[in-house]
């Protein structure tokens, strides 16, 4: 996998919105004005600011992947961080220029729906992208500097770097064992739609990361076990589950996502990791997707080498 070069202060950000708009109470320069504060210059890709008819989208589809091509092609732009997560990220793969992409590695940032983009840049050009924070949870970050600092440390990072959880809550140990492999996956929801497209999930000899949001426990123990079924949990080194927040049983309350994690992997040959706080939470971990990680389950600890 090719590590882009590390952000650094000054360097100039593209804040692009390839999913959702922002939401009625914020605008792209209140996020720009945001992360300059943070130390960057800023640039806002007419993503942001354009509109469809549908509302759930920021831009037309050609104008979202546009935003990112020019974003990786143009020397000016150092990073690019996604406004915003939401939905209809599903329909920029076809219309990334992947080669522009693998020829100018750089920073890219996000989580939820970006997931699909974070599997088919992953896929089609063998880089790392990170898995952190959406550029509108800036403003007001001093009140949960967790979050910021470890986007950083892991845009930044050396030789190795070590998942920190936020102070009290721990990662739990579900299986033993060491694995060893690419870190890949996302958003669960957003993986398992990748099933049988040209950007599927390939979890051969990865490590396997999964979170979600607002999903039925029943929900998601259909979508792993379409993971299952589809061989990619079983092609799969080792795995880490994210929080899975607000995904309650309404059938059985005491019956959550940590207990049937436990009941499906209960007898699973490899390495599995619980609450890697990094997705749907506040403060909120950063991932580099596509780094090779090194899961332990014995003692629940996740180190990444470049």
């Known amino acids: 996998m090719i590590f882009p070069s590390k952000l650094q202060k000054n360097d100039t950000i593209l804040l692009a919105a390839p999913c959702s708009p922002l939401p009625p109470d914020q605008t792209p320069e209140l996020v720009a004005e945001a992360v300059e504060r943070l130390g960057f210059r800023v640039k806002i890709g007419a993503s942001c600011r354009a509109e469809t008819a549908r509302g759930y989208s920021a831009a037309p589809a050609e104008v979202r992947a546009r935003d990112i091509n020019e974003g990786f092609a143009d020397p000016a732009v150092d990073a690019i961080w996604c406004i915003r997560g939401g939905s209809t990220a599903w329909e920029l793969p076809p219309l990334l220029d992947y080669d522009a992409i693998a020829a100018n590695p750089k920073p890219f940032i996000g989580f939820s729906d970006v997931t699909t983009l974070h599997l088919a840049i992953q896929n089609r050009c063998g880089l790392v992208t990170f898995h952190g924070m959406v550029a509108n949870r800036v403003p007001g970050w001093e009140e949960n500097e967790f979050t910021w600092t470890s986007l950083w440390r892991a845009l930044t ?33 957003l993986v398992v739609q990748s099933l049988c497209t040209p950007w599927q999930v390939d979890a051969k000899g990865c490590i396997l990361y999964l979170e979600d949001v607002g999903e039925g426990v029943y929900a998601l123990d259909r979508m792993l076990s379409q993971l299952r079924y589809a061989g990619v949990l079983e092609d799969a080194a080792g795995l880490a589950f994210g929080p899975f927040t607000k995904c309650r049983n309404s059938y059985h309350p005491d019956y959550g996502p940590e207990e049937l994690l436990r009941e499906m992997f209960r007898d699973w040959p490899r390495p599995v990791i619980y609450n890697v706080r990094s997705g749907h939470c506040t403060p909120m971990a950063a991932l580099p997707m596509g780094a090779v990680c090194e899961l332990d389950g014995d003692r629940g600890t996740m180190v990444f080498t470049r």
Do not use: C, K
Request: aromatic share 0%; hydrophobic share 30%.
């Open 157 to 189: 990072m050396g030789d190795t770097l070590a998942v920190e959880n936020p102070p009290g809550e721990d990662i739990r140990p579900l299986r033993p064992g060491r694995a060893s492999g690419a870190l890949t996956g996302g958003n669960l929801s």
